[in-house]
């Protein structure tokens, strides 16, 4: 019995001994969610990356808090840092200004913070963006739709959402110029039964293609239900209905977290220095991901309409999967051709917001409060 | 079979033994579900106690989780000395939150911001009780559930407000208003999150309350009416008065809570539920606990402060769900009204 | 006109399914006297439960049971600490509405993001709430063990003479609306959206409480209370954009209703259709 303790202890020490050196060369990294990392959406794929960034590199470690509410990042930050977090990621919006002052509290942490735009010496921003992708997607919704109807569930009327609607609306008209796409919006990121009734009144309303932006699956297991082809958000939904998911839009934020991190161990990123560094990660820098599922940008089961289906580009008839795929590559290149926020571009009063032969900025993008012509239903401080 | 007599005059150590007891049970069988989802109730507990109490920090966390807790608890401490089962606190701490966020936004800003913001949160936490109150004096409609309702009728309300026409111009598109200007804003206690005038007011309406009850005739006339509605009758006292006004005192403090929520915390209002996280739950088992003394919501409030900011640890430190908080508070308060029984009764085993 | 028409009673009577039970269920409790506000706590362990036996067996039959018992199992304790202890049952039930979402948000922690490969569907849910009804009207009214329900509600000092025991009725009255809370939450996690969300009862709960004093105590009134209160929330999104009045005020009109009735009746110096002994702990030979 003696013996066994003291056997313990000195693995104890031995052990503490062990974590010590180690926690010398380790940087800590601290991960703040809004939601559960459990349920499919935001702040699962946050975490999925967070798993993927802790394989990637051995001299981390990480921890993680979910499901913080906006309004109380500022006490988490002070516990982690208490905790010896030297870097800290605040992954949603709702936390800019909590994380503007945590950074201003310490000085000598790092602060990263998702989707956001403003920064400070020793906070950066980034995001991996998905609009490619939505006009993709939409040129699929455009092809698919019998009706011209095609249904979006969103969550806030907030310039990402406008510039995701927009460029899969765009995508939508490319392909059938008279074709809407129309809103609900349920003013909630997670809420399986607004999603559902949402989802249920835009099937009511004739619309035959679903789309969503919101942190549940609810939409695509409505689609999946109802028979309706859907497209998955987020996170590898394809598994929620195998027959109805068509594509959809998949993150890899451990790109920009491996690369991040590594530039803070290196030094080039030390407090101080992050003022202008914004990370806008697409395709081009693997960020982001077409598909339902990893490995599947387009369902099988639907890649004969869409070889079918027909649209005119530059005065050419082509098939919309070869566009698809054509603009996929393009856009995956190291030197893209394509934007799709590219002008000229009117918004849906008919306001000319991009002129001609001009790409719009990640910054315009960032604070885009205007949506494509197609898009119907009410939305919030757009500009006459 | 168990049966029960009634204790007429139960004595000071049954009653203290009954209480400790069931609290100690309540925490047993919180460990027994930490256990159930896999964290050792013995780590959990040791986690809670050593980041809160054991760390400047974590004691700041704790006063900061007291303040609404102090305001709410006092008066529902009162309310409930003359039955009144106020269960809509949440409410009207969202009223008062949205009273003192139009001061705010819409008066100009100037040296008597703050006093207004408050003047205003009482005057509408009082308001949105009123309906419930007066029901309960004059027509004796129960209280517990039009105030129950009404506190979803508030979150709508709230909401609508922050994502119709309150919503603010640099909030691009999110559901919350602008930020107050600085003179709405609460001063914070050094480098933590303790907005330490509404502390301040906590503390002085916990006196303040209980000097009412035990000092003034409209104290008197609440504790008869408490004590024995049938005697408070046959003295001719004006019972629904007393009820409606105690019932409005309880309102008008939720909304104090609700003004140094967003004045203090927030800077601005926002979905309805990120400004309370439950306050107004959590102030039935503080007013529960002070059994009727406004004055020892000064010890009650702290310890429900505790937990909830031991609950924020569990969730950093050992990453479990936030709903442990509501553990706690389901089971403390079922064990707290059960506690109360076996205190008025004896407990026989009969044959 | 009567495709639209069609769709939103569809969506009513889906929204409207686990109202109706779980609001049934209450209903036959405070018939029986007994007051419980835990519905939404019950119904989340029941969702919680279901969702729990139906990833891991594939048997929907066995989840459904488990869903049931796990809901009775909550409302005993809540019979234990008010019917036998005879606490506060309004605090009561609040309490066990709060351990209830606290147990299911802590249990159900592994159980996000799984999935089912077999939904249930939603119709044999939405016949049996409606079937129900009409059972436990013609229970309530035209059968001997109704009247016994109803007097122990009414008057339990009366029935007790009558040899009820009072004590027995009300713990099994107290089981059976449990039971229902329980079968609610499968519905929701089996059929609605079939998947376990921490808060994926989304305050339905409190809407089946709402519901029991807004159709006054009738269970065929709740069918039409149910359907009415589904349209409500399904109105909020589909008039979205096309309504001059704000939508949360669709979303808020069950409680806003229900405190409008329970004036009117407090107003006319009535009780309502309430349970007269509704909330008022009973023991022989005390008053």
């Known amino acids: 019995m003696v013996r066994r303790q003291v056997l313990l202890l000195a693995l104890l020490a031995l052990g503490v001994a062990g974590s010590a050196q180690a926690e010398e060369k380790k940087l800590k ?107 993709l997607n939409g040129l699929m919704a455009g092809a698919l739709t019998k009706t011209g109807k095609v249904g979006y569930v969103a969550a806030f009327p907030i310039p990402e959402l406008k510039r995701h609607i927009s460029a899969f609306a765009l995508g939508v008209r490319a392909v059938n110029p008279k074709a809407t796409v129309n809103v609900k919006w349920i003013n909630a990121w997670v809420s399986p039964v607004k999603a559902r009734e949402a989802a249920e009144a835009l099937m009511a309303e004739g619309n035959d293609v679903l789309a969503f932006t919101e942190d549940t699956a609810t939409v695509v297991q409505v689609a999946g239900r109802k028979k309706v082809p859907g497209f998955a958000h987020y996170s590898p939904m394809h598994r929620f209905a195998p027959d109805f998911v068509v594509s959809g839009q998949l993150v890899h934020w451990e790109k920009i977290y491996i690369d991040f991190l590594s530039k803070v161990r290196d030094g080039t990123y030390a407090p101080g220095k992050l003022k202008d560094v914004d990370y806008w990660w697409l395709l081009r820098e693997s960020a982001v991901e077409l598909g339902g599922q990893p490995g599947l940008p387009i369902n099988p089961k639907y890649v004969d309409a869409l070889k079918k289906a027909q649209m005119t580009v530059g005065g050419k008839q082509v098939s919309v999967y070869d566009r698809v795929m054509e603009l996929l590559k393009d856009m995956s290149s190291p030197t893209p051709t394509f934007d799709p926020f590219t002008g000229p571009l009117q918004d849906r009063n008919g306001a000319t917001r991009v002129p001609a032969g001009r790409v719009m900025s990640p910054q315009e993008l960032n604070q885009m409060q205007w949506v494509a012509p197609g898009v119907v239903g009410p939305v919030a401080d757009e500009p006459k | 079979m168990i049966r029960f007599e009634l204790d007429p005059l139960p004595r000071r150590r049954k009653r203290v033994g009954v209480y400790l007891g069931v609290l100690a049970l309540a925490f047993t069988l919180a460990g027994a579900l930490f256990a159930a989802y896999g964290v050792g109730p013995l780590e ?191 003295a001719g006292m004006p019972i629904p008065r007393v009820v409606l006004l105690t019932g409005l005192l309880s309102g008008g403090a939720a909304g104090l809570a609700g003004v140094g929520e967003v004045a203090g915390i927030h800077y601005r209002l926002l979905d309805p539920s990120q400004i309370s996280l439950g306050y107004g739950f959590t102030a039935i088992i503080v007013a529960w606990l002070a059994r009727g003394h406004p004055a020892l919501v000064l010890l009650t409030a702290p310890l429900m402060g505790l937990i909830l900011a031991g609950g924020d640890l569990l969730k950093i430190s050992l990453n479990m769900p936030f709903r442990v908080i509501d553990v706690f508070s389901g089971l403390m308060l079922l064990c707290l009204i059960a506690g109360e029984s076996l205190v008025r009764y004896r407990v026989r085993w009969a044959r | ?245 704000p939508t949360e005020l669709f979303a808020a009109m069950p409680y806003l209703l229900v405190v409008v009735v329970l004036a009117l009746a407090g107003l006319r110096r009535t009780q309502g259709s309430a349970p007269a002994a509704l909330g008022r702990p009973y023991h022989r030979g005390e008053r």
Not at chain 1, 59 to 76: F, K, N, R, S
Not at chain 2, 116 to 125: E, Q, R, V, Y
Request: glycine share 12%; proline share 5%.
């Open chain 1, 29 to 135: 990294a601290c991960f703040i969610y809004v939601g559960p990392v459990g349920d499919i959406g935001w702040s699962f794929a946050h975490d999925e990356a967070r798993k993927l960034t802790m394989k990637a590199l051995p001299w981390l470690e990480t921890q993680y808090v979910e499901a913080v509410p906006e309004g109380q990042a500022l006490p988490v930050i002070d516990r982690l840092v208490k905790g010896g977090c030297k870097v800290v990621f605040t992954t949603s919006f709702g936390f800019m200004d909590q994380t503007l002052e945590a950074a201003k509290k310490y000085p000598d942490v790092v602060f990263a913070h998702t989707s956001g735009f403003k920064r400070a010496p020793n906070m950066a921003t980034f995001m991996a963006d998905f609009y490619q992708l939505y006009y």
């Open chain 2, 44 to 234: 959990a507990y040791g986690t809670l106690l050593e980041g809160t109490l054991g760390d400047p920090q974590g004691l700041a966390e704790v006063l900061r989780r007291t303040i609404p807790l102090l305001l709410i608890g006092s008066g529902l401490t009162l309310a409930f000395r003359v039955s009144f089962f106020n269960i809509g606190a949440e409410g009207q701490l969202l009223l008062g939150a949205a009273a003192g966020a139009a001061v705010a936004l819409f008066l100009p800003a100037s040296a008597v911001s703050l006093p207004l913001m408050f003047l205003a949160g009482a005057a509408a936490g009082g308001l949105w009780t009123l309906p419930a109150a007066w029901l309960r004096a004059r027509v004796d409609v129960n209280e517990i559930l039009t105030t129950l309702m009404l506190n979803s009728v508030a979150g709508y309300l709230v909401l609508y407000l922050v994502s119709g026409p309150w919503r603010g111009e640099q909030v691009q598109g999110f559901t919350y208003t602008d930020e107050f200007p600085g003179a709405a804003r609460l001063p914070l206690l050094g480098d933590t999150l303790v907005h330490w005038p509404t502390l301040v007011l906590g503390v002085v309406l916990a006196v303040a309350l209980q000097v009412l009850l035990t000092r003034t005739s409209l104290g008197y006339e609440l504790r008869v009416v408490g004590e024995s509605p049938r005697a408070a009758r046959y």
């Open chain 3, 1 to 245: 006109m009567m495709e639209e028409f069609l769709q939103a009673l569809t969506r009513a009577l889906s929204f409207g399914t686990p109202l109706l039970l779980a609001s049934l269920g209450a209903l036959v409790n405070e018939r029986a006297g007994v007051v419980n506000l835990g519905v939404e706590g019950m119904m989340a362990v029941g969702a919680l439960a279901a969702f729990g036996v139906a990833s891991e067996t594939e048997a929907p039959g066995a989840a459904v049971c488990l869903a049931m018992a796990v809901g009775a199992l909550a409302a005993l304790l809540h019979g234990f600490v008010t019917l036998t202890l005879r606490a506060n049952a309004y605090v009561s039930g609040l309490a066990l509405a709060m351990l209830g979402l606290g147990v299911a948000g802590l249990l159900g922690k592994r159980y996000e993001g799984a999935i089912l490969f077999e939904p249930a569907p939603e119709l044999p849910f939405t016949v049996a709430a409606g079937a129900l009804a009409v059972v436990l009207w013609g229970f309530l009214h035209a059968t001997r063990p109704g009247l016994v329900l109803r007097s122990v509600g009414e008057n339990p000092a009366a029935a007790d003479v009558l040899g009820v025991n009072v004590m027995a009725v009300r713990y099994l009255a107290v089981a059976f609306g449990g039971a229902l809370a329980g079968l609610a939450g499968a519905f929701l996690s089996l059929a609605y959206r079939p998947a376990w969300t921490d808060g994926m009862t989304a305050g339905l709960g409190w809407i089946a409480v709402a519901l029991v004093i807004f159709v006054g105590w009738s269970p065929l009134r709740a069918v039409l209370g149910a359907v009415f209160f589904g349209l409500l929330y399904y109105l909020q999104f589909r008039l979205q954009d096309q309504s001059q009045v």
